[in-house]
């Protein structure tokens, strides 16, 4: 309906009430429709694709995070070394923390002695050793990787029930500074008993990481 002055015509208002609401449907579904990642894909950097920002009051917000906060900070954590003269607890130990959030940042040796001899500072957050080793034990393997790197942490996986005095006795090594004493009194917090839980030892390996 048109009402005529003149040469002009003033539109009714209703028409372009219409057109309004027509216009407000169209951008509703076309967000609706349209994958918000792929129209306002932003990385805040280039190692954090797993992020992405849309536009908002006062620049861009930071909305999806995939990743669990915790999982991702053992992952930029340092390697794992384990140790351990049985083939088949170094590769189950392998598997099981690379099929669990560590692929490609675990190293196995079965020689304490090549373990030593390829130890590089800067590069591991945690050891896990062996203590029942021929050639060297764990321990005395322990205290030669510290004169190279103190810094990682440690978990020791044995076989033996965890009592000070049995443990003292099978393995009679100077201890000038008193650190195996004192890694031996720890109440059981710096060892593994084998067999291990998947998830204990799992989460071991995360508490230590994040440590």
Same mark, same amino acid.
């Not at 053992?74 to 384990?82: E, P």
């Given at each position: 309906m048109?009402?005529y002055?003149?040469?002009?015509t003033?539109?009714?208002s209703s028409?372009y009430?219409f057109? @309004?609401?027509?216009?407000?449907i169209f951008?509703?579904?076309?967000?609706?429709?349209?994958?918000?990642k792929?129209i306002f894909?932003?990385?805040i950097?280039?190692?954090e694709?797993?992020?992405?920002g849309?536009?908002g009051?006062?620049?861009?917000?930071?909305?999806i995070q995939?990743q669990d906060?915790?999982?991702k900070?053992c992952?930029?954590?340092k390697?794992?070394?384990i140790?351990? *003269?049985?083939? *088949?607890i170094t590769?189950?130990f392998k598997m099981?923390l690379?099929?669990?959030?560590? =692929? @490609?940042?675990v190293?196995?040796?079965?020689e304490?002695?090549v373990?030593l001899?390829?130890f590089k500072?800067g590069v591991?957050g945690?050891?896990?050793i062996?203590?029942?080793m021929?050639?060297?034990?764990?321990f005395?393997?322990?205290q030669q990787i510290k004169q190279? *790197?103190? @810094?990682p =942490?440690?978990l020791?996986?044995t076989?033996y029930?965890l =009592?000070y005095?049995v443990?003292?006795?099978?393995?009679?090594?100077?201890?000038e500074n008193?650190?195996?004493?004192?890694?031996?009194?720890d109440?059981g917090?710096?060892f593994?008993? @084998?067999?291990?839980h998947?998830n204990?030892?799992?989460?071991?390996?995360?508490?230590?990481?994040?440590?």
């Amino acid at each position: 309906m048109h009402m005529y002055r003149g040469n002009k015509t003033v539109t009714n208002s209703s028409s372009y009430c219409f057109g @309004k609401v027509v216009t407000i449907i169209f951008i509703i579904v076309f967000f609706e429709v349209m994958p918000l990642k792929s129209i306002f894909s932003v990385p805040i950097k280039p190692e954090e694709e797993h992020m992405f920002g849309v536009p908002g009051l006062g620049g861009y917000s930071i909305l999806i995070q995939k990743q669990d906060e915790d999982e991702k900070q053992c992952r930029q954590r340092k390697r794992i070394l384990i140790v351990d *003269d049985d083939l *088949d607890i170094t590769f189950t130990f392998k598997m099981i923390l690379e099929e669990n959030g560590f =692929n @490609k940042q675990v190293d196995t040796y079965n020689e304490p002695l090549v373990a030593l001899q390829n130890f590089k500072p800067g590069v591991y957050g945690l050891l896990i050793i062996d203590i029942a080793m021929p050639v060297m034990d764990g321990f005395r393997l322990y205290q030669q990787i510290k004169q190279i *790197d103190n @810094k990682p =942490n440690v978990l020791f996986a044995t076989a033996y029930y965890l =009592n000070y005095e049995v443990l003292r006795g099978y393995f009679p090594i100077k201890d000038e500074n008193n650190e195996i004493d004192e890694i031996l009194g720890d109440s059981g917090g710096r060892f593994i008993k @084998k067999p291990v839980h998947v998830n204990e030892l799992v989460g071991r390996v995360k508490s230590e990481l994040l440590s």
